[in-house]
């Protein structure tokens, strides 16, 4: 072995010094062609180092370069933003497309204007506009996939009444703030009809991707009422954009009756994409629903059907996008090939193109216009009609078909949501010239502050009104009984944390429950990979569930902070004990991620005011990494953390080091550990820990009293000679674990998987 590869060494360096001696023998020939020609003799006019300046100079405005540089700063300004709003309460998405805005003349260009015009410059829009149509086009084919139309079917009697008097009622109220603005806001040369369809429409729009995620965000996505306001706002959807086609039709044709023709065409179109186009691609779908059986001729198919629907809608007049959209929505039912579908174009669409629309349309949006107070009344007039309309609109609807008014509130908000829907409506107003640079900035600010509102408004409706409690049974059940809550990422963990909360409860099934809990990034989430996601994650749970004959109660969801809705559930639910593993950072394991990690710590504000105020050693660690110490600070519940480093299937042997009186509070779990699973329990008291406490000495003395030859205590001991390979698993306190952490980090290399309890 070392023979070969001593031999291949030698190759290379052979390989290696004859090419340079080669390429060396090569351009000494050349530099006598040189001579010859006397290329020495001539001067440079400029030095090598201005000359390579001058070439930067260039490629720093190559147009390639600028579109570059512009989606990196487009990406890492608008991550920044949705992080920052997620921290606030609000979907990552307001935060972009507030990004957006701030990368535009509204903020950066009017404090900033040289930067903005060297990230900006007025002739690289045009490939700005190009790309994040395309990443339009690319969304709206997902927004269709999401759309599953088995729901409408199944409930569509409610959900249609309720979306469509959630348009029609905006609507005629937008037609209306139409006719008192049209003189003083309308574009010269646009008719009043073109100009109060589009009020109307941009009133009427409901956001269903926004609307989707905030559903699972709120763990809404299983209850009737979750299922209702999605149902409405798929079918608020279709009706909008068919009538925002329409509306295009008209605008582009300048009246209805001209209009007809292009109408007549689309209604031709989509009956071929139904009727024709349909039944050919699910027939595919059917044929190849893995990912191995996915190929690229295949995939290349389903593209081709996206950007031939694209160009046929544009063509007849009623925008590509229509055409994505109707694209998506024709795509096979099959849950596992739209799962698989959507993964291969979300990526791509909402993470690199999705944001550059988002500027694009900052660029556009000038606040600065908004200069007078006749602005700022108008703006106050579209804001309120808006909400007015679609909120009030679809919460007496819903009422109206027999929701209380929880819900029927709950519903009005989430189908007030307008987000970026609402932008892509307003933007291609602005391009067929029906909204002026004014109204333009007014709609875009209505459509951030209607989507803002949604989340304290579902805040308001949930303290004011009381929702109705569909787990009754559930909530009963855990009533005087000691409840496990199991928090896991990787599923290997959950099914770990299973057998431990089993080895807890194992013989008091009937007076203990367990509930295991995923949570997933809810902005990663649609209606498709939610459903395989939650099967993918459990299906290990679930195995191992049968085998320990260990009932459990299953919660998937999506959510925009993980700790911060496992602590919630931990703490307002009740719940007696948290499980859950210990995290792993990607800052570890490299010097590049060693050195992030640590800018990461001093930029973090929480860890910067830690330190300021003495609470936490900036460069000390706690033994966890980051997630897992904020977890901790915000639990207050007993907790355990697993250091898993293989648990048997059977646990006989268990160590617990003592190190202190106060950690006397783990013989509870000893005592729950002993009179379920039978396990043989060690106490390490190096420390003569209870060798000195009598009330710890009874203690213990009781336990074994209960469970005779199932106790040891081992006190005079060096812990370098302890064989820690004889025990399963270890108990541990936190405070205990930090101490000795710290002090020995070899020590942590040699123990076996261990349990870190914090009371």
Not at 197 to 204: D, H, R, T, V
Not at 433 to 445: N, R
Not at 587 to 608: A, C, D, H, Q, W
Not at 656 to 671: A, E, G, M, R, T
Request: glycine residues 6%.
């Amino acid at each position: 072995m070392l023979k070969g590869k001593y031999r291949s060494t030698f190759f290379y360096l052979i390989i290696l010094i004859l090419g340079i001696s080669l390429g060396y023998f090569i351009v000494q020939q050349g530099t006598l062609f040189e001579i010859r020609t006397d290329i020495n003799n001539q001067t440079p006019a400029h030095s090598a180092w201005s000359h390579f300046i001058n070439h930067l100079k260039e490629n720093l405005s190559y147009p390639l370069a600028i579109l570059m540089l512009q989606i990196i700063t487009i990406i890492f300004v608008a991550r920044i933003f949705g992080i920052l709003f997620k921290k606030i309460g609000q979907p990552s998405v307001i935060g972009e497309i507030v990004a957006g805005i701030a990368l535009g003349p509204s903020l950066l260009g009017n404090y900033f204007p040289e930067l903005s015009l060297f990230l900006f410059p007025a002739s690289s829009l045009g490939n700005l506009g190009v790309l994040s149509q395309i990443g339009l086009v690319l969304f709206m084919f997902v927004v269709g996939m999401e759309l599953d139309l088995k729901i409408l079917k199944n409930k569509a009697q409610d959900a249609i009444v309720i979306s469509h008097v959630s348009i029609i009622f905006p609507f005629l109220l937008g037609m209306g703030l139409a006719y008192v603005i049209f003189q003083s806001t309308a574009p010269e040369g646009i008719s009043f009809l073109s100009y109060a369809l589009f009020i109307g429409i941009s009133m009427s729009i409901t956001a269903f991707p926004v609307l989707a995620r905030i559903v699972q965000e709120r763990g809404m996505s299983k209850t009737r009422l979750g299922s209702i306001a999605i149902t409405c706002a798929a079918a608020d959807d279709i009706t909008a954009w068919c009538l925002l086609a329409a509306v295009i039709a008209v605008v582009k044709a300048g009246s209805v009756v001209s209009a007809i023709y292009t109408i007549a065409f689309a209604v031709a179109y989509v009956l071929v994409m139904v009727r024709l186009v349909k039944p050919f691609l699910q027939r595919i779908g059917d044929l190849h629903t893995t990912k191995e059986r996915l190929g690229k001729s295949i995939v290349g198919v389903f593209f081709l059907t996206l950007l031939i629907s694209s160009w046929t809608s544009e063509v007849i007049g009623i925008h590509a996008l229509f055409g994505a959209f109707m694209a998506g929505v024709i795509m096979p039912t099959n849950t596992s090939f739209r799962s698989i579908f959507i993964e291969k174009v979300e990526d791509v669409a909402q993470v690199l193109l999705l944001p550059l629309f988002f500027v694009y349309t900052g660029l556009r949006t000038q606040i600065g216009l908004l200069n007078e107070a006749e602005h700022w009344q108008t703006c106050f007039w579209v804001v309120t009609i808006a909400v007015v309309g679609k909120f009030i609109g679809s919460a007496l609807s819903a009422r109206f078909v027999g929701q209380n008014w929880h819900s029927s509130l709950t519903i009005g908000a989430l189908m007030n949501t307008r987000g970026l829907m609402e932008l892509i409506a307003l933007n291609i107003g602005y391009d067929l010239g029906v909204l002026t640079d004014e109204m333009f900035a007014i709609l875009v600010l209505m459509a951030l502050i209607t989507t803002f509102m949604t989340g304290p408004a579902l805040d308001l409706i949930n303290k004011f009104f009381k929702p109705e409690i569909e787990n009754n049974a559930d909530l009963i059940s855990k009533k005087n009984k000691y409840n496990i809550l199991i928090s896991f990422g990787n599923p290997n963990s959950g099914k770990t944390l299973l057998r431990i909360a089993n080895m807890l409860t194992k013989k008091s099934q009937e007076n203990s429950t367990v509930t295991a809990l995923h949570l997933s990034i809810g902005n990663e989430l649609n209606t498709y990979n939610s459903i395989e996601y939650e099967r993918d994650n459990f299906s290990l749970l679930n195995d191992e569930s049968e085998r320990l004959d260990q009932p459990y109660t299953a919660i998937f969801r999506g959510t925009d902070n993980i700790n911060e809705d496992i602590a919630k559930m931990a703490n307002e639910e009740d719940f007696d004990l948290l499980l859950t593993g210990i995290g792993q950072s990607v800052y570890e394991g490299s010097v590049l991620g060693s050195i992030i990690g640590f800018t990461s710590k001093v930029v973090n504000p929480e860890r910067l005011l830690g330190s300021l105020t003495g609470k936490e050693n900036l460069f000390n660690h706690s033994g966890f990494e980051d997630n897992t110490t904020a977890l901790l600070k915000s639990i207050e519940i007993p907790c355990g953390i697993l250091v898993d480093k293989g648990l048997p299937k059977i646990v006989k042997n268990i160590l617990v080091p003592i190190k202190s009186v106060s950690d006397s509070f783990i013989l509870i779990y000893v005592h729950k550990l002993v009179q379920n699973s039978a396990v043989n329990i060690t106490f390490l008291d190096d420390d003569h820990i209870i060798k000195n406490s009598v009330e710890l000495k009874e203690a213990i003395r009781s336990l074994d009293y209960a469970a005779p030859n199932h106790i040891t205590v081992i006190d005079e001991v060096n812990t370098h000679t302890i064989d820690y390979a004889q025990f399963d698993i270890m108990l541990i306190s936190f405070v205990a674990w930090k101490q000795i952490s710290f002090e020995k980090e070899q020590w942590t290399k040699i123990i076996p998987s261990t349990l870190i309890l914090k009371p």
